[in-house]
């Protein structure tokens, strides 16, 4: 089994930086690992997400200011965003499964943390 576990999360002004962490335990090979959020009333929606080649895909919106990595053993995984805004507030998940990241244009990751909040104002 693989347990996701968030960290990170915070209230900043607009324009400042934040990095969430994930701790990944498991001995599953992961073939995508990602981030996803949700705003109060908003569905959730996909932000970056990297896979075991270390391709990355990131949110349009997101796009110049998050990064997503992770460390060498593939057992944490980070987001750091800089020059947040308000429309970034939301609950972070941080996401992964077996399967390659294009399963998530139609199925939903198989492992979920349980999220971080990040609030910028």
């Known amino acids: 089994d693989v347990q996701l576990v968030e960290s990170g999360g915070g209230s900043v002004q607009a324009g400042g930086s934040l990095k969430l962490s994930c701790s990944i335990s498991g001995n599953t090979h992961l073939g995508c690992m990602g981030w996803f959020r949700q705003a109060s009333g908003e569905e959730r929606e996909g932000v970056a997400t990297i896979d075991s080649d270390d391709n990355i895909r990131y949110q349009g919106s997101v796009k110049g200011r998050f990064t997503i990595s992770t460390d060498n053993r593939k057992k944490n995984l980070y987001l750091e965003m800089i020059n947040l805004t308000p429309e970034d507030t939301g609950l972070y998940y941080c996401?992964?499964?077996?399967?390659?990241?294009?399963?998530?244009?139609?199925?939903?990751?198989?492992?979920w943390g349980q999220g971080t909040q990040v609030t910028v104002s």
């Open positions: 996401a992964a499964d077996e399967g390659v990241c294009g399963l998530w244009r139609t199925f939903p990751p198989t492992y």
